[in-house]
């Protein structure tokens, strides 16, 4: 990590004030409070150690960090928890630098109920990356059954958006005047378009091709058979 990033960590998560992080000391983080959302730190990948984390359902708490201008790359924790009681975070909502947002393959359950909220993210919630202009490419986990709306939205960078093989339902998650990839990966089912703020007028979409016919005939979906 670079030197300010270091330095953010050691002040805000040694415990044993000698100067250096164990993953311990990052398991031992429950909370982001406020103020990862004016840190200055860039790469953040030992964020995925942070497996302690909780989500509460009280403001400030479990927005981690929206408008962080200084994040240029994250990896979250395998039990990372972005929604307590289904309401909206926008966990990186207007992060303008971060280009690159790390999921596990598959979410696991966080059984953390210091928060009082406990279970496996299945959900990605409205707006979590709305305003990230610099994102370049996500791809996120397998276990996402369901996307909120302008989930990608205003990401003029944004050339790829890889669904996993678990979604189900989706909103409109990037802006009606995207023109990157989107890529759907569930192979047994077509994916259920909840159609809200319009569709990309040009973006490319890829599905199975076992379900190809299927998605020219579906409802929200046909409009958009020709990509």
Same mark, same amino acid.
């Given at each position: 990590?670079?030197?300010?990033?270091?330095?953010?960590?050691?002040?805000?998560?040694?415990?044993?004030?000698?100067?250096?992080?164990?993953?311990?000391?990052?398991?031992?983080?429950?909370?982001?409070?406020?103020?990862?959302?004016?840190?200055?730190?860039?790469? /953040?990948? !030992?964020?995925?150690?942070? =497996? +302690?984390? &909780?989500?509460?359902? @009280? %403001?400030?708490?479990?927005?981690? *960090?929206?408008?962080?201008?200084?994040?240029?790359?994250?990896?979250?924790?395998?039990?990372?928890?972005?929604?307590?009681?289904?309401?909206?975070?926008?966990?990186?909502?207007?992060?303008?630098?971060?280009?690159?947002?790390?999921?596990?393959?598959? /979410?696991? !359950?966080?059984?953390?109920? =210091? +928060?009082? &909220?406990?279970?496996? @993210? %299945?959900?990605?919630?409205?707006? *979590?990356?709305?305003?990230?202009?610099?994102?370049?490419?996500?791809?996120?986990?397998?276990?996402?059954?369901?996307?909120?709306?302008?989930?990608?939205?205003?990401?003029?960078?944004?050339?790829?958006?890889?669904?996993?093989?678990?979604?189900?339902?989706?909103?409109?998650?990037?802006?009606? =005047?995207?023109?990157?990839?989107?890529?759907?990966?569930?192979?047994?089912?077509?994916?259920?378009?909840?159609?809200?703020?319009?569709?990309?007028?040009?973006?490319?979409?890829?599905?199975?091709?076992?379900?190809?016919?299927?998605?020219?005939?579906?409802?929200?979906?046909?409009?958009?058979?020709?990509?």
């Amino acid at each position: 990590e670079s030197a300010t990033t270091k330095a953010f960590i050691v002040d805000n998560l040694d415990l044993d004030n000698d100067g250096e992080i164990s993953v311990a000391e990052m398991k031992a983080l429950t909370h982001t409070g406020t103020i990862y959302k004016t840190a200055n730190i860039n790469k /953040f990948n !030992e964020f995925k150690y942070c =497996t +302690g984390l &909780y989500a509460k359902n @009280q %403001t400030g708490w479990n927005s981690y *960090f929206n408008g962080n201008t200084h994040l240029t790359e994250i990896t979250l924790p395998k039990n990372f928890l972005c929604s307590a009681y289904g309401a909206t975070t926008e966990s990186f909502k207007n992060c303008t630098a971060l280009e690159y947002c790390h999921f596990p393959e598959n /979410f696991v !359950e966080n059984t953390n109920n =210091t +928060g009082g &909220y406990t279970g496996i @993210q %299945t959900q990605i919630p409205d707006d *979590f990356f709305n305003g990230c202009s610099s994102m370049k490419r996500v791809r996120f986990p397998n276990n996402i059954t369901k996307y909120g709306n302008l989930v990608c939205y205003n990401c003029a960078a944004l050339t790829t958006v890889i669904l996993g093989t678990g979604s189900t339902t989706m909103q409109s998650i990037v802006s009606n =005047t995207w023109t990157g990839d989107l890529v759907i990966l569930n192979p047994n089912a077509v994916v259920t378009y909840e159609l809200s703020y319009g569709q990309p007028a040009a973006a490319n979409i890829y599905v199975p091709d076992a379900l190809y016919t299927q998605y020219k005939n579906a409802t929200n979906w046909s409009t958009v058979a020709a990509r």
